[in-house]
């Protein structure tokens, strides 16, 4: 005779429960995401001015901890820009693209192999390290289990646009000194006899058509600070109120370079600029105070000035010390450039020391400007 067995709610629960979970599998089996690389900036068919700095940066998407990566590559043309041979989930690279042509693919492969769970010897893992070591002995060799991800875009490089911008320049003649037991060296150049202004840097940013927050080429410019002299007022950049003479401030060194490229020239090096500002030194003749030839915390009123306010030294050059301070052109060590200069938030002005600082060239102050150098 046969028996009937009624179904328990516990039974119940436990074939809902397993339901349930294959069904969940099956929908992740359908959903599940392949692993890729993606280059996130610049954007495909993105317009560069040529000689811009600009920032490459990507990521690895979709790979778990059973993915073993061998090797990332980032190229521009036929250029490598970088090689890793770990995993990372993003990366970033700097490219100059003066050198370049007018039309460039930039492209990102990932080598990796999918090792599944069941794949792995738990017990003893002789076979991944003898497969790891095979990898980096002959990454050329055709391996049917090593897999790519690849990614590209091309971007077009472009001139610069033409300048309205009027810049006072001073010539300098190749010259061979000694200025305080220090050799100075330089050779012809005319560099700018006032510094950059909100207005001038403004016209700049526009025209290279940066983005609102002060990027290009995803590289910062410019900190749009409270204490910055210029706005983004939704249609483009223009100087706040009464400050269109004033030095532009909170410039990064990226930024204060591009602007000099853009005019056909660079920032000055930390010699020229050390040459063009000694002649204002020592304090003598009609200069009997530093009042007179600079702008400081005794007498500033807490900000910067208009350019040109006060007695420039015997080459004609305004505010090489006082006002703003000036990024220069040099690395002072892997991640810092030169700034020179007192500004107008320094205590004093020492007839025998024209400030020597440095920062990162990301890095920007509220006090520190620029001027231009372009070599003849």
Wanted: aromatic share 10%; with cysteine; glycine share 6%.
């Amino acid at each position: 005779m046969a028996t009937s067995i009624k179904s328990s709610p516990i039974v119940l629960l436990i074939t809902t429960c397993l339901v349930l979970l294959l069904h969940s599998c099956e929908m992740k089996e359908e959903t599940k995401l392949h692993p890729e690389i993606v280059i996130t900036n610049p954007g495909n068919n993105t317009k560069i001015i040529k000689g811009s700095t600009i920032k490459i940066t990507g990521q690895l998407k979709h790979f778990s901890q059973y993915y073993k990566i061998h090797r990332i590559t980032l190229t521009a043309g036929d250029s490598t820009l970088m090689k890793k041979e770990e995993y990372v989930p993003h990366f970033t690279c700097l490219l100059q693209t003066g050198h370049l042509t007018d039309k460039l693919q930039i492209s990102a492969q990932v080598r990796y192999t999918n090792e599944k769970p069941e794949d792995k010897n738990w017990n003893y893992f002789s076979v991944r390290d003898q497969y790891e070591k095979y990898v980096k002995e002959d990454t050329n060799k055709n391996d049917t289990d090593t897999l790519q991800a690849n990614a590209s875009i091309t971007i077009k490089l472009t001139g610069n646009p033409e300048t309205s911008i009027n810049m006072d320049l001073v010539s300098f003649s190749p010259d061979t000194t000694i200025v305080e037991n220090y050799t100075l060296i330089v050779d012809s150049m005319q560099m700018g006899k006032y510094e950059v202004t909100n207005q001038q840097y403004s016209k700049f940013m526009n025209l290279i058509q940066a983005d609102s927050a002060g990027f290009y080429g995803n590289i910062r410019y410019i900190y749009l600070t409270n204490s910055t002299g210029i706005i983004h007022n939704g249609e483009g950049f223009v100087p706040r109120e009464g400050m269109d003479s004033i030095p532009v401030v909170n410039v990064t060194w990226w930024g204060a370079n591009s602007f000099c490229q853009w005019m056909g020239g660079r920032l000055p090096t930390d010699n020229e600029w050390y040459y063009a500002s000694k002649p204002n030194y020592p304090y003598g003749g009609e200069i009997s105070s530093p009042d007179q030839v600079a702008w400081y915390r005794k007498n500033s009123e807490g900000a910067p000035h208009e350019v040109g306010q006060k007695i420039p030294n015997k080459y004609g050059m305004y505010d090489m010390n006082g006002n703003v301070a000036e990024w220069c052109l040099d690395w002072y060590n892997e991640s810092s450039k030169i700034s020179r200069g007192t500004h107008w938030q320094s205590k004093e002005i020492d007839p025998a020391d024209p400030r020597r600082a440095y920062l990162p060239p990301n890095d920007a102050g509220n006090y520190l400007g620029f001027r231009v150098v372009i070599p003849q």
